[in-house]
């Protein structure tokens, strides 16, 4: 595998579910982020960890809960989810520091039903 | 803090026309200024970006953008497109003192290049 990957690509899970959004980097970045695409809305930023730190939670309401064991893995966990969190959950990886470039998975499509 | 404002949220251009997609960046501070792409069903990619020094910056695909820092702009142009560049077009803005890689995007513009 190359590049930043995310898994499941897609997923319909129902309000009361509990279900986690992984990403995987294999380009030796040492920090990632979650973003929020919603149709007709700027991409928003959700989290931030620098070498497995977090340094940013963009107001995110706590039924998202990010995880990062180390450089290369992040999670979302997702639990009572609402109709209007359905969109495309993007993951992205950079190295540490002003002016680098973001690499992006393909990001995983939530349905919540 | 910064902002982004992306003035077309579409636009659509014949095969082998110029095309120029419009951005504007609100900033306190000194920023950095990145182009992405995001074709169907994938993630962004990167275009092109500045961070200093000659102001016409070269990307990827034929794409360039030049910097206007009395303008506070950083418009996208390509001389001549193809069907291949449709795709939605996000401008986006980082502080140069925010080492932390905070990007604030635009609302993105989606380009159709029709034959």
């Known amino acids: 595998e190359t590049g930043v990957t995310q898994t499941p690509r897609h997923l319909v899970m129902g309000m009361t579910n509990k279900k986690s959004l992984k990403c995987e980097q294999h380009l030796g970045h040492n920090a990632m982020y979650w973003y929020k695409q919603s149709a007709k809305k700027p991409l928003e930023l959700m989290f931030v960890y620098n070498f497995k730190e977090q340094t940013e939670n963009n107001s995110v309401p706590s039924r998202f809960s990010p995880e990062c064991p180390n450089s290369s893995h992040l999670f979302l966990h997702l639990h009572t989810l609402q109709p209007e969190d359905s969109a495309l959950y993007l993951c992205a990886s950079s190295q540490f520091g002003g002016g680098a470039e973001q690499y992006f998975g393909p990001g995983t499509r939530l349905t919540v039903t | 803090a910064q902002s982004v404002t992306q003035l077309d949220s579409q636009v659509p251009v014949f095969e082998e026309a110029p095309v120029e997609l419009r951005c504007n960046y609100s900033s306190s501070v000194s920023v950095y200024l990145f182009w992405y792409v995001q074709y169907p069903n994938q993630g962004l990619q990167l275009l092109l970006k500045?961070?200093?020094?000659?102001?016409l910056v070269k990307g990827i695909n034929g794409f360039e953008a030049e910097f206007n820092k009395s303008q506070t702009s950083f418009h996208l142009r390509k001389p001549s497109v193809h069907i291949s560049d449709t795709a939605e077009y996000f401008c986006a803005v980082s502080g140069v003192r925010n080492q932390g890689g905070k990007l604030i995007f635009g609302q993105g513009t989606e380009l159709s290049v029709k034959p």
């Open positions: 500045y961070l200093s020094g000659s102001t």
